[in-house]
Nanobody
Framework: VQLQASGGGLVQPGGSLRLSCAISGLTVSYYGMAWFRQAPEKEREFVSAIKWSMNNKYYSNSVKGRFTISRDNAKNTMHLQMNNLKPEDTAVYYC???????????????????WGQGTQVTVSS
């Protein structure tokens, strides 16, 4: 299984970035996919998730209304469109996969089966 995150970078406050996660080696329709982030000296925190087969989407309160998660079935790729970025969004962003998810399990990183390598997002003027 490989989860390859990309699309991070340096952006000014109020700017946008689009992260991608290329998924291979698993039957993604059996999984939920998620984005987590981890800032220096902080715990890894949930950002957003999608139950792939039903296209149900979930967001943390801190990103709701600014971030949009989506899937591309043809390319087995997940995206995270991040708008109106704030300095507190600065972190390493990870994509992750959880098999046969129930909603309550989506929010805890310990429940996930596979992780990508992370991509750095820095929001600074």
């Amino acid at each position: 299984v490989q989860l390859q995150a990309s699309g991070g970078g340096l952006v000014q406050p109020g700017g946008s970035l689009r992260l991608s996660c290329a998924i291979s080696g698993l039957t993604v329709s059996y999984y939920g996919m998620a984005w987590f982030r981890q800032a220096p000296e902080k715990e890894r925190e949930f950002v957003s998730a999608i139950k792939w087969s039903m296209n149900n989407k979930y967001y943390s309160n801190s990103v709701k209304g600014r971030f949009t998660i989506s899937r591309d079935n043809a390319k087995n790729t997940m995206h995270l469109q991040m708008n109106n970025l704030k300095p507190e969004d600065t972190a390493v962003y990870y994509c992750a996969a959880i098999r046969s998810p129930i909603v309550s399990s989506l929010y805890q990183p310990a429940n996930y089966d596979y992780w990508g390598q992370g991509t750095q997002v820095t929001v600074s003027s």
